[in-house]
């Protein structure tokens, strides 16, 4: 896929969205539904009822432009279908069409004094060896 930038915003329609609507269907549906301008820096992403389909449509600075993807084996990972529109980051969009999970990881939480108390078992376990004598 030919990539957005890190500038560029991503409205995802959480909602599914009946897939024979072409670009001018969908454009309506970002004017109104969505409330949003077609023609500044952001990708709209739909997703079909079934969740192996998506669209995409933004606005290229030349025309507006439609992308359609399918997976043959497996489908997009979607949150629950809620009336909602999400932000997403240009990598996740990325994740996003590739088929992987993009949804973020939890991070742990790290007890910093268990992390001290093995940093200081790491360093006294280092063994230092004298340098072999030069010939």
Do not use: N
């Not at 915003?9 to 549906?29: H, I, W």
């Not at 970002?30 to 009822?49: N, P």
């Not at 992987?100 to 093995?118: F, S, Y």
């Amino acid at each position: 896929m030919i990539g957005p930038t890190g500038t560029v915003r991503v409205m995802v329609a959480t909602t599914p969205v009946d897939f024979c609507k072409g670009m001018k269907g969908l454009a309506a549906l970002v004017r109104e539904a969505m409330g949003a301008d077609l023609f500044c820096e952001t990708i709209y992403v739909f997703r079909a009822k079934r969740a192996d389909r998506v669209k995409l449509i933004f606005w290229d600075g030349k025309g507006m432009v439609l992308m359609a993807e399918r997976l043959e084996d497996g489908k997009f990972r979607w949150p629950g279908v809620q009336d909602a529109i999400l932000r997403l980051s240009a990598a996740e969009l990325q994740a996003l069409v590739e088929g992987l999970d993009w949804r973020p990881c939890r991070r742990q939480r790290v007890d910093r004094g268990a992390h001290r108390q093995i940093v200081r078992k790491l360093r006294a376990a280092v063994i230092h060896l004298p340098c072999a004598p030069a010939r």
